[in-house]
């Protein structure tokens, strides 16, 4: 390759391309930071629950948003998050426990106009 060539593209990056390339790269670091700091316990418990929650609002026509992974009380039950048809905020508790695959709503927070 010319080096001749490659010292003019990299003098033609403008501002806002630099600027967009960090903003994309700090964006892929955050993704994978986050990746590899979820425990794999806390990724096991959010997954059963969020696959429970799914469940759950498909019978009750919810859409099913996140779940915790992490039971803070060790009932076995973690805090998930869905939503209704007119974008009620709702938390929802869902088991994380192969025995008891159930989730019970907990309080429901009215959207805001």
């Known amino acids: 390759m010319n080096l001749k060539l490659i010292d003019k593209s990299i003098k033609r990056l403008s501002l806002v391309d630099w600027l967009l390339s ?3 790269m700090v964006i892929v670091i955050t993704i994978a930071l986050y ?6 316990q806390t990724r096991i418990i959010r997954q059963a629950a969020e ?3 799914r469940l ?3 019978g009750n026509s ?4 996140k ?6 009380n060790k009932e076995g039950l973690v805090i998930c998050e869905a939503t209704d048809r007119k974008d009620n905020y709702l938390l929802v508790k869902c088991s994380y426990l192969v025995e008891t ?5 907990v309080k429901s927070i009215p959207k805001k106009l």
């Open 51 to 53: 696959k429970n929650l």
């Open 67 to 72: 779940c915790e992974g992490i039971d803070k």
């Open 22 to 24: 960090i903003l994309i």
């Open 35 to 40: 990746n590899l700091l979820e425990n794999p």
């Open 56 to 58: 759950f609002a498909r």
């Open 101 to 105: 695959n159930t989730c019970q709503k």
């Open 62 to 65: 919810l859409n099913a948003l």
